[in-house]
């Protein structure tokens, strides 16, 4: 099998700028046993040469973990979005058809296969995806987490802020300002840790506007492309509740 050759058809585009064209390269690399895109993708780098001999810049991508931890090398692969780290040339391509590789489309370009997603890093600060301490002085013991409370966060905490649920919803778009499921998701997150949630209250009217939960067209695509699995419907609809009953009751606490 040593001269078995995988096709590689990438969408590619210089520079962000508006009239930068874009255009598809195809690239034969050598096959090799459990090879992924990413392996592909370096295979093309040593070798940047397309298919009709044309010598080309190396396609530009990024990566970090190559284990689906970072979420950095999140693409669309074969038209659907997925991290490349995981994405396996056997899988993809059985009888040797062309795996397409192309950005994702939610976010600005920066160039070839990398976005910029920044937005997602800035929605974490909107919402205070963080425990807040006051000071840095002695504070004693904090309040002791439960094995219950530690079961329901975890699955939510595995979010790696990779940005496939904002590519596959339909609510992210040029004339919806939604936050998305990632930035609801770490909400519920934080407000269930015990000392988290002592700025619940903040976080919830994060997601009182427009741009908050009543954004969310519950189309379910986030939870079918989650490559952590997590169960960000739920979290939409927990922390939908409690923004109503927030809105409704909250002036009492107050």
């Known amino acids: 099998m040593a001269d078995k050759k995988i096709r590689l058809k990438v969408l590619r585009q210089d520079s962000p700028d508006a009239g930068a064209s874009k255009r598809w390269e195809e690239f034969d690399v050598d096959w090799h ?10 295979e093309v780098r040593k070798y940047p040469k397309t298919v009709d001999g044309k010598s080309v810049a190396p396609v530009v991508w990024e990566s970090s973990c190559l284990e689906e931890v970072c979420g950095a090398c999140t693409m669309l692969v ?3 979005v997925r991290q490349a780290c995981t994405a396996l040339i056997d899988q993809l391509s059985p009888n040797g058809e062309p795996v397409t590789l192309a950005p994702m489309t939610k976010f600005p370009l920066v160039r070839d296969l990398v976005v910029d997603r920044s937005r997602m ?10 425990v807040q301490l006051d000071g ?12 219950e409370n530690q079961e329901e966060a975890y699955p939510l905490s595995r979010c790696m802020t990779c940005g496939c649920c904002l590519e596959a919803c339909p609510q992210i778009n040029d004339s919806s300002n939604f936050i998305g499921p990632s930035a609801i998701n770490q909400v519920r997150l934080f407000n269930l840790h015990p000392s ?8 919830l009217e994060t997601l009182m506007g427009d741009d908050g939960v009543v954004g969310c067209g519950k189309a379910q695509n986030c939870v079918e492309v989650c490559p952590k699995e997590i169960p960000l419907v739920d979290s939409i609809a927990r922390v939908s509740r409690d923004v109503t009953k927030h809105m409704l009751f909250g002036w009492l606490l107050k």
């Open 33 to 42: 046993p459990q090879m992924n895109v990413i392996s592909a993708l370096m």
């Open 78 to 80: 074969n038209g659907k």
């Open 121 to 130: 890093f800035n929605d974490l600060k909107k919402v205070h995806a963080w």
């Open 136 to 147: 840095v002085h002695e504070l004693g013991p904090g309040p002791r987490q439960s094995q």
């Open 196 to 203: 988290g949630k002592m700025h619940a209250a903040e976080r």
